[in-house]
């Protein structure tokens, strides 16, 4: 069987995934657990790993795109799609955005990279395991970057 074709994630892309969490969940519980004085620096670390991690995502889906056919439409259409994730990470960090502002904006690039993951694996770009490895993990940097979110909110 073709790994494209396979229901299960790889083990090794399992373990992968989990473990890029880490900073996610330990930045969002951190936030609340650590001196006051300690948050801006947790949150900026927060909002770094998460636009590097859009960066890392957008990429995954320019590489999708690239083995497809050069003819083949919706693979272009995602070959263009696949900056757009980066460039909210970017947007987030760089442009001087208040974490009010720039937490959710990682949030909504978030869970737009996860459709686009949809969409790839709906196209036959991605494996067919794509989507359900996606769907946990973009679950849990939700729920981290909106309790970050929720830190700034009631601070």
């Known amino acids: 069987m ?3 074709e396979a229901e299960e994630p790889p083990r090794l892309a399992i373990l992968l995934g989990y473990a890029g969490l880490l900073p ?12 006051l004085g300690w948050r801006p620096f947790v949150l900026e ?3 770094d790993f ?3 991690t859009l960066a890392f995502m957008g990429a995954i889906h320019w590489g999708l795109a690239m083995r497809a ?7 272009q259409i995602q070959l263009g799609l696949s900056v757009i ?3 909210f990470g970017w947007l987030a960090i760089s442009a001087g955005m208040p974490m009010g502002v ?3 904006t990682l949030l909504i690039a978030f869970i737009g990279l996860y459709f686009a993951d949809l969409h790839a694996a709906k196209l036959g770009l ?3 395991w794509y989507a359900s490895l996606r769907m946990p993990l973009t679950v849990v940097v939700s729920l981290c970057l909106l309790l970050a979110w929720a830190s700034v909110l009631v601070a």
């Open 102 to 104: 720039a937490l959710p």
């Open 50 to 52: 998460a636009a590097l």
């Open 126 to 128: 991605a494996p067919r």
């Open 45 to 47: 670390a927060l909002l």
């Open 69 to 75: 056919e050069e003819t083949d439409e919706q693979a």
């Open 24 to 35: 996610f969940v330990s930045g969002a519980l951190g936030i609340w657990v650590i001196p």
């Open 85 to 87: 994730p980066p460039l």
């Open 2 to 4: 073709h790994p494209f």
